[in-house]
């Protein structure tokens, strides 16, 4: 059994934010105040290369930190068995003054042999997306840590708003709730204090687009899309709202087709509200079964167009444009 090293970390997952976060909190406390600037490797770099930084030593400082992101062994698997072993036993002979930080944005193969072994060496932690079940638990200890009380009708409009989100970032969680701390009146967060702290994306915005869309407005669609996908981030949370949405519209007609009471869609679906419970019977109506369906395998393959070719705007609008016009994807 190797002995792990307590200056060596391994930290993986699917939330690059939260991995650049926890990195970099690591090698602050590790070195204090006398923290040096570290050497990046970004998928870039050869084992020497890796190799020459750890053993090196830093010109104005005996300190020094490495940061290897997304190593190509971890992708690809250990090509160099020779430059992979020099490599570990690199590690493992690393002087305290080195601080190494290994990332991946992903989840490592525990039986491969590089996960395998820098599991052995390397403290390690998983740095990925909340589920949605465990954001609004998160969110509360937030509160609590911060000393602020949300009323009942400002958390229910918060349950209601995070089934929307399609990624949901410990980092991003922490942000908002030092935002909406900060707002609170007295230490207390009412719902329209909710409502104005939430980020734009999430705001009445994006609940009015899905009802424009639903109408098959196809105007009103046209003037929103500008203020609902904004950037990047913005259209991945929009288009995991939409998703959320249309599934629970999918499932609702599941389950009445096969004769589902109406109490028992509502613990399915999670449904707490009478507000909620109404906005879904509306929303129902205006599209069938099929018609959801559609649109959201058209929103899934545009999203893995987009991942594997950088699929642009236009192709996401045509999508909702074609739905407004037909009430489908044809």
Not at 28 to 34: D, M, T, V
Not at 236 to 254: D, P, Q, V
Not at 306 to 324: K, Q
């Amino acid at each position: 059994m190797m002995e792990k090293k307590n200056n060596c970390w391994l930290l993986f997952g699917n939330d690059s934010v939260l991995i650049h976060e926890k990195r970099q909190r690591f090698i602050e406390k590790y070195f204090g105040a006398l923290c040096p600037d570290p050497v990046v490797f970004d998928g870039t770099g050869t084992y020497a290369d890796w190799m020459e930084q750890i053993r090196g030593q830093s010109l104005f400082s005996e300190a020094s930190a490495v940061f290897l992101n997304n190593p190509s062994f971890f992708m690809h698997g250990v090509q160099d068995e020779e430059g992979f072993a020099d490599f570990i036993k690199t590690l493992q002979e690393a002087p305290s003054s080195v601080a190494i930080v290994i990332s991946y944005e992903g989840i490592p193969d525990r039986r491969m042999k590089a996960a395998k072994t820098l599991f052995q060496i390397c403290s390690s932690m998983e740095c990925s997306f909340l589920k949605l079940g465990s954001a609004e638990s998160y969110l509360t200890e937030c509160f609590h840590r911060r000393r602020v009380l949300v009323t009942e009708e400002a958390r229910l409009y918060l349950s209601d708003v995070i089934t929307g989100w399609a990624h949901i970032s410990i980092p991003f969680l922490e942000t908002e709730c030092d935002k909406i701390a900060l707002m609170a009146r007295g230490g207390i967060v009412s719902k329209e204090i909710m409502e104005n702290a939430l980020p734009s994306y999430m705001d009445k915005g994006v609940f009015r687009f899905f009802d424009h869309l639903l109408e098959r407005n196809l105007s009103a669609v046209k003037m929103d899309i500008p203020g609902i996908f904004t950037d990047e981030s913005a259209s991945l949370m929009t288009l995991g709202f939409l998703s959320s949405r249309l599934r629970r519209i999918k499932i609702f007609h599941e389950m009445k087709r096969s004769g589902s009471s109406d109490a028992h869609i509502q613990k399915i679906l999670g449904i707490r509200t009478r507000w909620s419970w109404n906005e879904l019977l509306k929303q129902t109506k205006c599209i069938s079964e099929e018609e959801a369906e559609f649109l959201l395998m058209a929103l899934f393959q545009y999203q893995y167009a987009a991942r594997l070719e950088g699929a642009d705007s236009h192709m996401l609008t045509d999508i909702l444009f074609r739905f407004c016009r037909r009430g489908g994807i044809s």
